[in-house]
């Protein structure tokens, strides 16, 4: 079992699309795929058609000591898609977390159980750099993180990268450029820029309509309009993921 962050300290750069669309084209190759969405505004969870909410104690009861993920999953309208769905009390997590003995580990450990029913786990994140995050961290192989060009996300990603760099283990910092619209000179140049360096993923996700669409069609892109621009980048970045985990 793979597990990938989708996070940035960054709202609202493509963290929920990336996870859904990259585990949507990850159950293609037959993989069992879990998003896990740890945002309590539960963009996932509305995008996959599944409930806002959490069986029981909410986000206080995901994480007690007696607590088993498995009771949360839920089945989505993608095959070989599983969803562990936001709850509106995911705002307290932090708390909760901290009231742990292992708030750093907790997440991690929660999800050692389920390590032979998936292939790919993926933890949509909330924005910011949180306790919950911490925890995300130290659970996931990788960090992908999705970068728009523009000054300040590249700012941001370096932030990261000095958060990831202390950590032991430490899951390897993946970024992908972001909403990219070619038609802006000052994008483009910053693109490229982020293209030359080790820790991007060659394949660019556009600004794009299509991307837009996920909201009213609330589904990944790469089942609505499998041909377009968008969904081919999804399916270019997964593999380029893939290989990144497996290879
Ligand atoms: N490549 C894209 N082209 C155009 N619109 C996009 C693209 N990617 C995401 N969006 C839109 O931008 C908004 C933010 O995207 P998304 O929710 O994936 O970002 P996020 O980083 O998860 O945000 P948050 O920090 O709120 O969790 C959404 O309305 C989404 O539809
Ligand atoms: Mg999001």
Not at 93 to 119: C, I, S, V
């Amino acid at each position: 079992m793979k597990v990938v962050a989708s996070g940035s300290i960054k709202g609202g750069v493509g963290k929920t699309a990336s996870a859904v669309n990259l585990a949507a084209e990850a159950t293609r190759s037959g993989a069992r795929v879990l998003v896990w969405d740890l945002d309590p505004q539960g963009s996932a969870t509305y995008l996959l058609r599944v409930e806002h909410r959490l069986a029981g104690r909410g986000a206080r009861g995901l994480i007690a000591a007696d607590a088993t993920l498995a009771r949360h999953v839920r089945a989505t309208m993608v095959t070989g898609l599983h969803l562990l769905p936001s709850d509106r009390s995911l705002r307290f997590l932090d708390l909760h977390l901290d009231a742990t003995g292992d708030r750093h580990r907790r997440l991690a450990e929660l999800l050692q159980p389920l390590h032979d029913a998936y292939d790919v786990v993926i933890l949509d994140c909330p924005a910011g750099a949180s306790l919950a995050f911490e925890g995300a961290l130290r659970a996931s192989d990788v960090l992908l993180v999705p970068v728009i060009p523009s000054t300040l996300a590249v700012v941001t990603l370096a932030q990261l990268e000095d958060l990831v760099a202390g950590r032991k283990p430490r899951p390897e910092l993946l970024g992908h450029v972001s909403m990219l619209d070619r038609r802006k000179p000052l994008q483009r140049e910053i693109a490229d820029a982020l293209l030359d360096r080790p820790d991007m993923l060659r394949t660019v996700v556009p600004n794009s309509t299509a991307i837009e669409g996920m909201g009213p069609e609330r589904g990944p892109v790469t089942a609505f309009a499998p041909n377009s621009v968008a969904a081919r980048a999804y399916r270019a970045l997964w593999g380029e993921l893939a290989d990144r985990l497996w290879g």
